[in-house]
């Protein structure tokens, strides 16, 4: 390369160079910022906002809605077809808390009596067992039902350990 082509080669590259160099205005003058509703995808961001605020709506009205179907049977009839309405009608008569207590209690203290009695002894254990075990009731089988406790399989494997 002779010094003519240096010297051109060189001019070339600060011309290019000049460019780095020059003082340039800031880069928030350069880019004008929109606002929303401006630009090309405004109309997708108008639809997006429009859904979200839609289903946050119906997401926090629903359980006022819910309670409303389900206390209100005007309502209900009006507005709700029958083949979408799953309600069950309530009960003539229906158990009280109390009387559900009394009946645990009578029977907690009927087994408490057997088993004064003594009907829970090893030996009726055992008899339950081997009526459970000649089941031939093969579902009961295989959920586990025909053991006295599914958990445990065999009384001789947890003596042994």
Same mark, same amino acid.
């Given at each position: 390369?002779?010094?003519?082509?240096?010297?051109?080669?060189?001019?070339?590259?600060?011309?290019?160079m000049k460019h780095?160099?020059?003082?340039?205005?800031?880069?928030?003058?350069?880019?004008?910022?929109?606002?929303?509703?401006?630009?090309?995808?405004?109309?997708?961001?108008?639809?997006?906002?429009?859904?979200?605020?839609?289903?946050?709506?119906?997401?926090?009205?629903?359980?006022?809605?819910?309670?409303?179907?389900?206390?209100?049977?005007?309502?209900?009839?009006?507005?709700?077809?029958?083949?979408?309405?799953?309600?069950?009608?309530?009960?003539?008569?229906?158990?009280?808390?109390?009387?559900?207590?009394?009946?645990?209690?009578?029977?907690?203290?009927?087994?408490?009596?057997?088993?004064?009695?003594?009907?829970?002894?090893?030996?009726?254990?055992?008899?339950?067992?081997?009526?459970?075990?000649?089941? !031939? !009731?093969?579902?009961?089988?295989?959920?586990?039902?025909?053991?006295?406790?599914?958990?445990?399989? !065999?009384?001789?494997?947890?003596? !042994?350990?």
């Amino acid at each position: 390369m002779s010094s003519a082509e240096r010297e051109a080669a060189l001019r070339d590259a600060n011309e290019k160079m000049k460019h780095y160099y020059t003082n340039r205005p800031p880069i928030d003058q350069v880019i004008k910022k929109r606002k929303f509703g401006e630009g090309p995808q405004s109309e997708a961001h108008f639809l997006q906002l429009f859904a979200v605020s839609s289903f946050l709506t119906l997401f926090l009205c629903a359980p006022f809605l819910g309670r409303k179907i389900a206390k209100d049977e005007e309502f209900r009839k009006k507005y709700i077809p029958s083949w979408y309405d799953f309600t069950t009608e309530k009960p003539d008569y229906a158990w009280t808390r109390q009387e559900l207590h009394e009946q645990q209690i009578m029977m907690q203290n009927e087994l408490r009596e057997r088993a004064i009695r003594g009907e829970f002894t090893e030996e009726k254990l055992q008899d339950m067992r081997r009526h459970f075990e000649g089941r !031939d !009731d093969k579902f009961a089988k295989e959920q586990g039902w025909d053991l006295l406790h599914p958990g445990v399989d !065999d009384d001789e494997d947890l003596e !042994d350990e």
